[in-house]
């Protein structure tokens, strides 16, 4: 039986479902620093997964009221879009840490919306993960079972510092937590041994993906998983902890895909880091029977 392939790094921003209009996808644009990604329709974006293979998507959206007052994807959306196409997403919720009711809206997401996770993006949103004002929301994703996924590392987008996002800052997170589920982005570039040393430590903690700063994907994984990691690190050691993800639309998703399959892995890993990986972070113990 074919093993699902989950994307679980894509973006809802410039998706035209439920509508988009032009002030907004302006915004979106600023935000994001991808000033010239124009709408993007869900056929188009169904289509270029069918074309690389990808079943299912991890869809995130971005809080960021106390910043500007606006939403890069809101948990509306994504609730319409996980509604309308079940098959196709898991939607995840975001709510700025900043803004007084971040609470309200987080119990709102997972209760009333049935949102699966939580994204945060420490640069952007402007808090230290380990600062103990956030233990309130790790404590409401713990008590609702979801996980979260943090921006960490260096950010393109404009307007972010990557002190808040150093992949140490979320040790005493899952030191303090370890029922919380916590993925760190773009494997923490350009902090790859810092990350390692947290997918050591942690068995709560997963990596994606989702990074390509230089070259090209096939070059840049090679660089980041084969030389500044020992050629055997992903299979031997963190094989049940990296995810596949892409950064779409940023990056585009059959290239880094392609990217991941000409690894010189093993079949039982491929099959781990593309679909079952992704599955153990969001379901955890409730996984059996979703692949």
């Given at each position: 039986m074919k093993k699902q392939i989950i994307d679980a790094h894509v973006?809802?921003?410039?998706?035209?479902?439920?509508?988009?209009?032009?002030?907004?996808?302006?915004a979106n644009q600023e935000a994001m620093g991808l000033f010239k990604t124009d709408r993007i329709s869900i056929r188009q974006l169904f289509n270029q997964c069918d074309y690389a293979g990808i079943d299912k998507m991890i869809l995130l959206p971005l809080d960021l009221a106390s910043i500007n007052g606006a939403c890069v994807g809101s948990n509306e959306q994504v609730k319409f879009l996980v509604d309308r196409y079940p098959?196709?997403?898991?939607?995840?919720?975001?709510?700025?840490?900043?803004?007084?009711?971040?609470?309200?809206?987080?119990?709102h997401a997972f209760c009333h919306l049935k949102l699966m996770g939580l994204k945060l993006h420490?640069?952007?949103?402007?808090?230290?993960?380990?600062?103990?004002?956030?233990?309130?929301?790790?404590?409401?994703?713990?008590?609702?079972?979801k996980p979260v996924?943090?921006?960490?590392?260096?950010?393109?987008e404009p307007g972010t510092l990557a002190k808040y996002a150093h992949p140490l800052r979320f040790e005493e997170v899952a030191f303090r937590f370890p029922e919380l589920r916590i993925c760190l982005a773009h494997f923490g570039w350009?902090?790859?041994g810092d990350t390692c040393m947290l997918l050591l430590k942690y068995a709560n903690i997963f990596a994606d993906t989702a990074l390509l700063y230089f070259d090209n994907p096939k070059a840049f994984y090679h660089?980041?998983?084969?030389?500044?990691?020992?050629p055997d690190w992903l299979e031997r050691t963190f094989r049940h902890q990296v995810i596949f993800g892409s950064d779409e639309p940023r990056l585009e998703q059959?290239?880094?895909?392609?990217?991941?399959?000409?690894m010189p892995l093993q079949e039982d890993f491929?099959?781990?880091i593309l679909g079952q990986n992704a599955l153990r972070f969001v379901y955890g113990d409730d996984v059996h029977g979703r692949i």
């Open positions: 973006h809802a921003a410039f998706l035209d479902e439920p509508g988009l209009d032009d002030g907004q996808l302006k098959d196709r997403f898991i939607g995840f919720a975001s709510i700025d840490p900043g803004s007084p009711d971040a609470l309200e809206r987080l119990e420490p640069s952007k949103q402007r808090f230290y993960p380990d600062d103990p004002q956030m233990d309130a929301i790790y404590r409401t994703c713990i008590k609702f079972g996924i943090f921006h960490s590392g260096m950010s393109l350009p902090w790859i660089q980041v998983f084969q030389t500044d990691m020992g059959i290239r880094m895909l392609q990217a991941i399959r000409e491929f099959d781990m």
